[in-house]
């Protein structure tokens, strides 16, 4: 069995099937991206594996551990972290008490414990805002912003990450920055799963291509290959965006 596996994944909502028997494997240490047009299914699969969604159907293994129907903390005291599509920050904490918020014990009256601020300092030096550490995330620019979402899912210790949109609205050198991060981290033993539209900064990340297009698998392959394949360019064509 792979590190991570997701065997006939099915989520409705509804009549409408968003995600339909998509199966799809990554090996430790790997980086995966999971590309498609717009509502072709890839934030879903992420919500359905830190059961964010119920699963309809099908089954979602970690470790060698069956984590379908695990609760989200506990999907994440396994070892799994997402970094969302959307940035949530406490803007009335600092960059550091924001880091820490997700190394405390998980309870709702713990104020107690949690990481130290060496720790602190090392979560946010990983993703270079060790400066930024008595900031607030409102007065930081959006691509220091979007990396301190990284580095609050990296303050869980996960051993993969499921990153969604991570790029999004950065320019190249940020994008540059970010991917060095990324490579640094694959370099530590983290292996990851990339979705972004920013194919430029996707594919010089990753080894491996995994192509959805209605909630269902048409491609998989090494970027080249991908990047040449008429069955992803005719799904990307038929819907607005550019691959
Ligand atoms: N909570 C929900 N309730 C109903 N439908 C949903 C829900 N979440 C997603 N969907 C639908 O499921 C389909 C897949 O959406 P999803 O957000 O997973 O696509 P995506 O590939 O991540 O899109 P994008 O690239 O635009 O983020 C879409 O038709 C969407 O409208």
Redesign the pocket.
């Known amino acids: 069995m792979s590190f991570f596996e997701l065997d006939g994944l099915t989520k409705r909502?509804g009549g409408?099937v968003?995600v339909d028997d998509l199966s799809l494997s990554v090996d430790r240490g790997e980086i995966v991206g999971l590309i498609?047009p717009?509502?072709?299914?890839?934030?879903?699969v992420f919500n359905c594996t830190m059961s964010r969604?119920t699963v309809s159907d099908g089954s979602i293994h970690f470790d060698g551990d069956e984590i379908t129907d695990l609760k989200t903390h506990e999907v994440v005291e396994n070892g799994l972290a997402r970094v969302s599509?959307e940035s949530n920050p406490i803007d009335a904490m600092t960059v550091g008490a924001n880091i820490k918020l997700f190394t405390l014990p998980n309870s709702v009256t713990s104020i107690r414990g949690g990481a130290s601020d060496d720790e602190i300092f090392n979560y946010a030096a990983r993703l270079d805002l060790e400066d930024k550490l008595h900031e607030q995330p409102d007065e930081l620019p959006h691509a220091d912003v979007r990396r301190l979402e990284v580095a609050k899912a990296l303050a869980t210790d996960p051993e993969m990450m499921l990153l969604d949109e991570p790029f999004a609205g950065m320019n190249q050198q940020e994008i540059d920055g970010l991917v060095e991060k990324f490579e640094e981290l694959r370099d530590a033993g983290m292996t990851m799963i990339v979705?972004d539209?920013n194919m430029g900064g996707l594919m010089r990340l990753v080894d491996r291509v995994v192509v959805i297009h209605n909630?269902t698998k048409i491609a998989a392959g090494d970027p080249e290959a991908i990047a040449e394949n008429d069955q992803v360019r005719r799904a990307y064509l038929g819907s607005s965006e550019a691959m």
């Open positions: 909502f409408l968003a498609g717009n509502g072709s299914g890839k934030s879903t969604y599509q979705v539209h909630g």
